[in-house]
């Protein structure tokens, strides 16, 4: 019996890819204990504070070190905190596949995470609680324990709606969406 190389065989096979670039757009965090100053938060969706929206982006790099299933990312944010002050995150981290079926997936992710603001203490009426370390005209705060879940809907074969939930614990919880390009 002879085998042939056929082209439309080969042809039904998924693509494997290696790489992946991210872009969110960075926007609702919700607050899991009432803030003190909900007053400074110019977006904010209840007179308490809880629900605040955040304008900014995500983005981020996927590099696939086992299939299409394990990964490390490195992502950079930048957005309006809920303050109104510019803000940012830098995180590198693990990410896995927790659940696969097919056109959604969720992933989960950690890694040390880098977060930082504008100086909250120009604001008036603003105490500082001393969360934050300041450095200058900034407050940032290190976690070697940042991570996300993300849930995933393929829009085609390279192509995902890309939804992330950040679990900022014990502070709150952000959402972003956006698109996820493999390559």
């Known amino acids: 019996m002879a085998y042939c190389f056929h082209p439309a065989v080969q042809a039904q096979e998924s693509a494997v890819y290696k790489n992946a670039f991210t872009v969110k757009f960075f926007g609702l965090s919700m607050h899991l204990k009432e803030s003190p100053y909900p007053e400074i938060f110019p977006n904010r969706l209840d007179e308490k ?16 070190i086992v299939r299409d299933a394990i990964s490390v990312r490195v992502e950079q944010g930048l957005y309006a905190d809920c303050a109104g002050e510019l803000a940012g995150f830098t995180h590198l981290g693990w990410r ?88």
């Open 49 to 64: 504070g809880y629900a605040t929206f955040n304008y900014g982006g995500i983005a981020g790099y996927e590099r696939f």
């Open 96 to 183: 896995g596949i927790i659940f696969r079926r097919n056109r959604h997936s969720l992933n989960g992710g950690f890694g040390p995470t880098l977060v930082y603001r504008q100086d909250w203490n120009k604001i008036e009426g603003y105490k500082d609680d001393g969360y934050f370390n300041r450095s200058g005209e900034w407050q940032y705060k290190f976690y070697w324990y940042g991570g996300e879940f993300e849930y995933n809907y393929k829009l085609n074969e390279s192509t995902d709606l890309s939804v992330n939930l950040v679990p900022g614990l014990p502070e709150l919880v952000s959402l972003g969406v956006g698109v996820r390009k493999h390559f």
